[in-house]
């Protein structure tokens, strides 16, 4: 029950924060849909969680099946499509195992309850790590390709003209 209610109160939320930046945000027009979409859509699963507290819970199942397929083909395509990323063929594999962690959940979602609070505390760990092994990499490309240092700056010249030669004095 505090589950449900939990993810009601952040569908609310996330869902009025959408429908205010669709009318708000200097994006294009096509994002504005998308964000009063998005934005409506949870705020309509928000009244459906605080109606249904049982159901709410199998909305969250779902909401977590499709969070997964989101995130792995996001993963995936990305990566396929970015030769040059560290840890390319990680995250190729990680949006592979995301897209088809999302399809089982949203296939049986019931069954699958129980056991969505184990795989997605796992899910989330391997994540985590995927996510610092990538970031390791993209530190160590980005130390590879730096430019490197700059000349040191010279002091500013003295703002004294200098003597002509043989005008100093004489010994």
Known sequence: M????????Y????GIAQVVFAFSLDVS???RVLLFISGAASVVLAVLSFRHLFDAVLLLAIWIGVGFIFRGVATAVSAIS???????GWNIFVGVI???AGLVVLASPFDSIGTLALVTGIWLIVIGAMEIISAFGIR?????GAPAPAAPVEAPASTETPAPAGSGPTS
């Not at 970015?82 to 390319?88: A, E």
């Open 29 to 31: 027009a096509g994002g």
């Open 98 to 100: 995301s897209l088809v």
């Open 140 to 144: 160590s490309a980005g130390k590879k």
């Open 82 to 88: 970015d030769p040059t990323l560290p840890g390319r």
């Open 11 to 14: 569908l609310l939320v996330t």
């Open 2 to 9: 505090v589950a449900a209610i939990l993810f009601g109160a």
